[in-house]
Each structure stands twice: as structure tokens, then as C-alpha cells.
């Protein structure tokens, strides 16, 4: 029996015994109970949401199979507990498969989830919106149509450059969307959050793969992204949200076991943290089957960042301020 199936056995008896579904980590991977992927972490309140793709491809099945969408709370990053799924690609009638990356963010009180799936009708990949009162769902389309289609984008040919969304509220109260494969593309968002407001940009990144992630800390803007396949994380930094970025190299090395590293960084609790998924998880973990881990992120003085160190042993619980 491999590590997965002990660990799946004993979250099912904890269940049956009626303990709540919390998983009590032990270092990377975080959840090891099921296969993660893209992970992108929200700070609402005293608690972090961590949402993920669920990569379901049975072993040795190579390429990705997603459905859904899955959900996780912590207040100490260390001890994570899943929510009932907030997401499935059939929540989008327009569209037919893959619940690849996404991200959530509050605005007014609503939460908005914007994802990547494969457009029913329109060829290629698309990034649509689902909203909800409430961090953990249940989710429903905001729109009833893709946000973004790959014929809104032409600096690609490829058909699956709309992917990868991460949405970012500046302090003035503006929205921004960044997105792509390939080439990494951003907008405006209109302040109801589910329509562009103004043209597509197209950013020109040193050896840019996919998974944008925009966020702020202190007076510095981040741009982190995939660069090269197998993927390595590189990042950007800026005095705006609209740039320009200056190229700042490396931030997080190959993982090995994994084509591809998909980043979140957040501050918590006065700590910084580095989000990622690789394909560790004992058995037939890798990269289609991927699992979530969470590190250290240290900044310089200066506000670049110290390269990460990624580790089986994870992170410490981040205590209250
Ligand atoms: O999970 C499917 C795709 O793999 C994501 O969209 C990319 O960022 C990569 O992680």
C-alpha cells in the first residue's frame, strides 16, 4: 500500500470517528491525501484559502485530467482543513474540460474566482468568472461567458495562451488581470470585477512560460512567473501594477519531480510564504500528478527577494500577531 493510500485510509477513519477533516501536515507536501495543483492563497481575515486544482489522472496516465476545483483554510499555515469543493468546470456551461490555474480575490464584500478551462465553442483555452458571498462557495458563473477567449489574444498563436489567470487590487482601488502561456498578457478589470475595462497588454518577460502572480509587498510590485520548461520560477519588480518590470532573475530553482512549479506568495501573520506545487508525494506523485508545498520567502533590504529554498520539512506555524 502506498503512502497515499495509508494517508487517504486514515483521513476516512478520522471521518467515520467524526473528527473534523483537518490534515495535520508533516512538512511538503501539504495535502497528501490527494493530488493538488496551481495553488493560489488568499488572506481573508485571520485565515489563509488556499485553492487548488484537483490533478485526478490515474497513474501512469500522463496529462492532465481536472474537473474540479478544491478549497483549503488554515490560520497557521501548517494545519489545513478542506472544504466541501467550491468549483467544477461544469459550474461554466460554456465550457468542456480542464480546471486549470485560477485565483480568488474579495472585493465589496464578493468573492471572485477567475479560471482557466478549455472553451466549449470557441478553440482553445478561455478564462472565466465565478463569484460568491462567501471565501469557501459555492461558486456561480458571474458572467455566463468566458472572460477572456483566444481569439481576444493574437500575440500567440498558440491555442492555449489564455491560461494561468492572477488578479491583483491595487490601493487605489483598480483591478488587474494578468494571464497567458507563452506570452503574458494583462488588463484592466471594470469595478464590477467580470468585464475588461480597456485594451489587452502584452509584456515582454525573459524566457516566460506561464503562471503570472502579481502582488505587492511594501512599496514594491511583484511579477513572478515560469520560465522555460522544465519550469523554473523568475520574477520582476516595479514601482506600478502597469510596469515596467525590471527582470530580476531566478527565484525558485527546477523541483525535478515536476515539469511545472506554479507559484503564490502571500504575507501572513508578519511572515512571508512561497506557495508551489511539485510532484513529491510518494507513490505516483508527479508531473500529473502534483502536490502543494509551502516554504519560507525572505525579501532584502533592497526588496528583492532571497532565492527559495524549497524543503521537505515545510514551514513552522505562523503564530498570531
Ligand atoms: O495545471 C495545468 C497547468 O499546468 C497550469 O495552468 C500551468 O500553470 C501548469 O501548472
Same mark, same amino acid.
Given at each position: 500500500m502506498n503512502q497515499l493510500k495509508i494517508i487517504f485510509l486514515s483521513v476516512l477513519t478520522l471521518a467515520a470517528l467524526g473528527?473534523?477533516?483537518? =490534515?495535520?501536515?508533516?512538512?511538503?507536501?501539504? *495535502?497528501?491525501?490527494k493530488y493538488t495543483a496551481d495553488p493560489a492563497a488568499m488572506v481573508y481575515g485571520d485565515t489563509v484559502y488556499l485553492y487548488a486544482g484537483h490533478?485526478?489522472?490515474?497513474?501512469?496516465?500522463?496529462?492532465y485530467m481536472m474537473h474540479e476545483w478544491l478549497c483549503y483554510t488554515s490560520t497557521d499555515m501548517v494545519n489545513w482543513k478542506e472544504r466541501s469543493i467550491?468549483?467544477?468546470?461544469?459550474?461554466?456551461?460554456w465550457a468542456k474540460a480542464d480546471a486549470w490555474a485560477s485565483q480568488v480575490i474579495e472585493h465589496d464584500g464578493k468573492f471572485y474566482w477567475y479560471a482557466a478551462v478549455e472553451h466549449g465553442t470557441i478553440r482553445g483555452k478561455a478564462i472565466g468568472v465565478a463569484v460568491s458571498d462567501n471565501p469557501i462557495g459555492p461558486f456561480k458563473?458571474?458572467?455566463?461567458?468566458?472572460?477572456?477567449?483566444?481569439?481576444?489574444?493574437? =500575440?500567440?498563436?498558440?491555442?492555449?495562451?489564455? *491560461?494561468?489567470p492572477s488578479v491583483f487590487m491595487d490601493v487605489d482601488g483598480q483591478a488587474y488581470l494578468y494571464w497567458g502561456n507563452s506570452k503574458c498578457y494583462w488588463a484592466k478589470l471594470k469595478k464590477n470585477m467580470i468585464e475588461l475595462d480597456g485594451e489587452i497588454h502584452t509584456l515582454e518577460l525573459p524566457n516566460f512560460t506561464e503562471a503570472p502572480w502579481i502582488h505587492k509587498h511594501k512599496d514594491w510590485y511583484y511579477l513572478s512567473f515560469a520560465i522555460q520548461f522544465p519550469e523554473k520560477i523568475a520574477y520582476a519588480m516595479s514601482r506600478k501594477a502597469t510596469g515596467p518590470w525590471i527582470y530580476k532573475g531566478i527565484l525558485n530553482e527546477v523541483a525535478?519531480?515536476?515539469n511545472t512549479n506554479h507559484q503564490s506568495i502571500i504575507d501572513f501573520k508578519g511572515k512571508s510564504y512561497f506557495i508551489y506545487h511539485n510532484?513529491?508525494?510518494?507513490?505516483?506523485?508527479?508531473s500529473f500528478r502534483r502536490s502543494v508545498c509551502v516554504d519560507n520567502l525572505y525579501y532584502n533590504e533592497d526588496g528583492s527577494i532571497k532565492r527559495i529554498i524549497m524543503t521537505t520539512e515545510g514551514i513552522q506555524p505562523s503564530k498570531k500577531l
Amino acid at each position: 500500500m502506498n503512502q497515499l493510500k495509508i494517508i487517504f485510509l486514515s483521513v476516512l477513519t478520522l471521518a467515520a470517528l467524526g473528527k473534523p477533516a483537518i =490534515a495535520q501536515t508533516d512538512g511538503n507536501p501539504i *495535502i497528501k491525501d490527494k493530488y493538488t495543483a496551481d495553488p493560489a492563497a488568499m488572506v481573508y481575515g485571520d485565515t489563509v484559502y488556499l485553492y487548488a486544482g484537483h490533478d485526478e489522472a490515474p497513474a501512469p496516465k500522463d496529462g492532465y485530467m481536472m474537473h474540479e476545483w478544491l478549497c483549503y483554510t488554515s490560520t497557521d499555515m501548517v494545519n489545513w482543513k478542506e472544504r466541501s469543493i467550491p468549483l467544477n468546470v461544469k459550474d461554466f456551461a460554456w465550457a468542456k474540460a480542464d480546471a486549470w490555474a485560477s485565483q480568488v480575490i474579495e472585493h465589496d464584500g464578493k468573492f471572485y474566482w477567475y479560471a482557466a478551462v478549455e472553451h466549449g465553442t470557441i478553440r482553445g483555452k478561455a478564462i472565466g468568472v465565478a463569484v460568491s458571498d462567501n471565501p469557501i462557495g459555492p461558486f456561480k458563473d458571474a458572467r455566463g461567458s468566458a472572460l477572456i477567449t483566444n481569439d481576444m489574444t493574437t =500575440a500567440s498563436k498558440s491555442f492555449w495562451d489564455d *491560461i494561468d489567470p492572477s488578479v491583483f487590487m491595487d490601493v487605489d482601488g483598480q483591478a488587474y488581470l494578468y494571464w497567458g502561456n507563452s506570452k503574458c498578457y494583462w488588463a484592466k478589470l471594470k469595478k464590477n470585477m467580470i468585464e475588461l475595462d480597456g485594451e489587452i497588454h502584452t509584456l515582454e518577460l525573459p524566457n516566460f512560460t506561464e503562471a503570472p502572480w502579481i502582488h505587492k509587498h511594501k512599496d514594491w510590485y511583484y511579477l513572478s512567473f515560469a520560465i522555460q520548461f522544465p519550469e523554473k520560477i523568475a520574477y520582476a519588480m516595479s514601482r506600478k501594477a502597469t510596469g515596467p518590470w525590471i527582470y530580476k532573475g531566478i527565484l525558485n530553482e527546477v523541483a525535478g519531480n515536476s515539469n511545472t512549479n506554479h507559484q503564490s506568495i502571500i504575507d501572513f501573520k508578519g511572515k512571508s510564504y512561497f506557495i508551489y506545487h511539485n510532484g513529491s508525494l510518494p507513490g505516483d506523485g508527479g508531473s500529473f500528478r502534483r502536490s502543494v508545498c509551502v516554504d519560507n520567502l525572505y525579501y532584502n533590504e533592497d526588496g528583492s527577494i532571497k532565492r527559495i529554498i524549497m524543503t521537505t520539512e515545510g514551514i513552522q506555524p505562523s503564530k498570531k500577531l
